[in-house]
């Protein structure tokens, strides 16, 4: 499924839709940094903070949406580097999931060579913004993902 503006054809793909395996939200449990989480965005959440028992109350919340408004809490203590360093986790666990099954790295692959666009209409950060302005960090970290896997296959 494509979604075309102005002549551009773009992958559609949602941070929050969990029937996307590319979704931060789908129900893809993996195993990083010595933990099991079961989505990405437990995972990502949880990083934004350094007590190790709030991460723990992320990591072991009951959904993927649960996580998120967990991590939005402005009563717990950010890491210091979290704006510098907010793309990488995400990265790193899209990255983990991908490797660990293979249904996800083939719905990445299924995107080809187009540009994989994150559609929300109020996100522009993660996503393209209403106005496709917006900087589609989430998109572009799929893009980085899917062009590594290909160097990783054709070496191996």
Request: aromatic letters at 14%; proline letters at 3%.
């Amino acid at each position: 499924m494509l979604f075309e503006h102005k002549d551009k054809k773009r992958f559609p793909v949602s941070r929050t839709d969990a029937s996307n395996p590319l979704s931060s939200y789908a129900l893809f449990a993996f195993e990083l940094d010595g933990a099991q989480w079961p989505t990405v965005e437990h995972y990502y959440q949880a990083m934004k903070f350094e007590d190790a028992t709030y991460r723990e109350k992320i990591r072991t919340a009951a959904t993927a949406k649960e996580a998120a408004k967990l991590g939005k809490s402005r009563w717990q203590k950010r890491r210091k580097d979290w704006k510098k360093n907010t793309v990488t986790y995400m990265t790193r666990g899209s990255y983990i999931k991908c490797r660990q099954y293979p249904e996800v790295d083939a719905a990445l692959m299924e995107s080809g060579d187009i540009e994989i666009a994150e559609l929300s209409n109020y996100d522009y950060f993660w996503g393209s913004g209403r106005d496709m302005r917006g900087h589609n960090h989430f998109g572009k970290l799929w893009m980085g993902i899917r062009q590594k896997l290909r160097e990783e296959k054709a070496q191996a």
